[in-house]
């Protein structure tokens, strides 16, 4: 990529590319002209901000449902029995079939 391809790319990014942008980065490693760009316009744009927050949201509360938490973070797996994650579970899956 050019100086000025990436320069264009950095001061142009769109809403639309903005969120492609956030959606990849949960499963590759952006360029490094790729978060230069996602930096500056989340720097001015409330909604891309939002969305990035409801992706980590969602990747967080996955994350946890899976039993897999976060370093530091408190252990939902200790404080709930195995019968309530199983139903919590379950009534997750029946969800999914229901919305499929």
Known sequence: MTF???AKLILTLHCDESSHLLSDAQDR??????????SFH???????????RQLEFMRKALRRLAGHDEP???????????????R?????????????
Request: hydrophobic residues 35%; contains cysteine; aromatic residues 4%.
């Open 29 to 38: 490693e952006l360029t490094r002209v790729e978060r230069a760009a996602l």
């Open 72 to 86: 530091g973070e408190m252990s939902t797996t200790a404080t709930l029995s195995p019968e309530a994650r199983d």
């Open 42 to 52: 989340l720097m001015l744009c409330r909604n891309c901000c939002r969305f990035r």
């Open 88 to 100: 919590i579970r379950e009534a997750v899956r029946r969800r999914v079939e229901e919305d499929e």
């Open 4 to 6: 000025f391809s990436a």
